[in-house]
């Protein structure tokens, strides 16, 4: 997709987003903003427009599924900085808490059977500082990730 095609594609998402989202944020009363239902009202408001309530995106659109998948990237040297440096998330209106947060809900909840073990929670901080350099491809980028998932997942 071009940069004028994105860049309208973007508003015109955020503003159905901004229809659709943010009356449920206003229902959701502070006090019960527990963290993982703090997360998951940050991925309606700031994620789920594009990638649906269910993670499974709009593949022929371009808007990969989450589902099943997006913890792979976090097998692989970058992946983890990618899932940040996407638009979608560097960009968001969330704060830098609030996408960690996003970010930890949505591997677990779309992709727990693909997340290593090992997996460290992303921080505040670290988020902060990873954002601030938003890829410019994407494309790439993200194809350089899967050849080198390939490589670990086929022996
Ligand atoms: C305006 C639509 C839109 C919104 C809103 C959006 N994304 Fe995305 N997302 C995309 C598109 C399109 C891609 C594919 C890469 C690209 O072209 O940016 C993508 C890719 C991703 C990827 C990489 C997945 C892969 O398999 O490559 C992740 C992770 C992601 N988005 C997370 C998020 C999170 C978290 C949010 C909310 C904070 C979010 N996105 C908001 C459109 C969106």
Redesign the pocket.
Known sequence: ?NRVA?AS??S???RF?GLVALPCGVFVPGAAFAAPASAQA??ML??????LEDGR?FPQ??????NG??GN?LKVPGGRE??VQ????AQ?E?SDER?AD??NW?LRKFSPAQLPAEFVPYTAAEVGRLRTAP?AE??PV?AR?LQRLDSVTTP
Do not use: E, K, N
């Open positions: 997709m994105r594609w973007l015109a998402a955020r987003i940050g991925y700031a994620c789920q427009g594009c990638h995106g659109r371009g808007v990969p599924s989450l998948f997006v990237f990618f899932l996407v638009p979608g998330a968001s969330l996408l996003v970010l949505m890829l994407v494309a993200r990730l």
